[in-house]
């Protein structure tokens, strides 16, 4: 079992940065992949980012690639998240998740964190 919390959200003009973090306890953090989901009002939950055990493998939606970037801190125990030159659909509440299968399938996904919303403004 492992147990997850994000932070960082909040709320930021469109064209800036936040930072989410994912601090993880319970199983050795180290034994996961991890990675970022989003959902907006009205959507289904979508596929951000994901990073494998080793940090060697590192995966991003289209829509994100080049903006955003997935890190980890085994040593700590968190996962990141770094958002760059935000956009207002980039607006959602963001989860990270544990155990990502290489389909990032939602149904498949048994750790998940509580939530953080963003919030993009024009």
């Known amino acids: 079992q492992v147990q997850l919390v994000e932070s960082g959200g909040g709320l930021v003009q469109a064209g800036g940065s936040l930072r989410l973090s994912c601090a993880a306890s319970?199983?050795?953090?180290?034994?996961?992949?991890l990675g970022w989901f989003r959902q907006a009002p009205g959507k289904e939950r979508e596929f951000v980012a994901r990073?494998?055990?080793?940090?060697?493998?590192?995966n991003y939606a289209d829509s994100v690639k080049g903006r955003f970037t997935i890190s980890r801190d085994s040593a700590a125990n968190t996962m990141y998240l770094q958002m760059n030159s935000l956009k207002p659909e980039d607006t959602a509440v963001y989860y990270c998740?544990?155990?990502?299968?290489?389909?990032?399938?939602?149904?498949?996904?048994?750790?998940w964190g509580q939530g953080t919303q963003v919030t993009v403004s024009s």
């Open positions: 990073i494998s055990r080793s940090s060697i493998f590192i």
């Open positions: 998740a544990a155990d990502i299968p290489t389909n990032y399938d939602v149904s498949l996904i048994n750790y």
């Open positions: 319970g199983r050795t953090f180290s034994t996961y992949s």
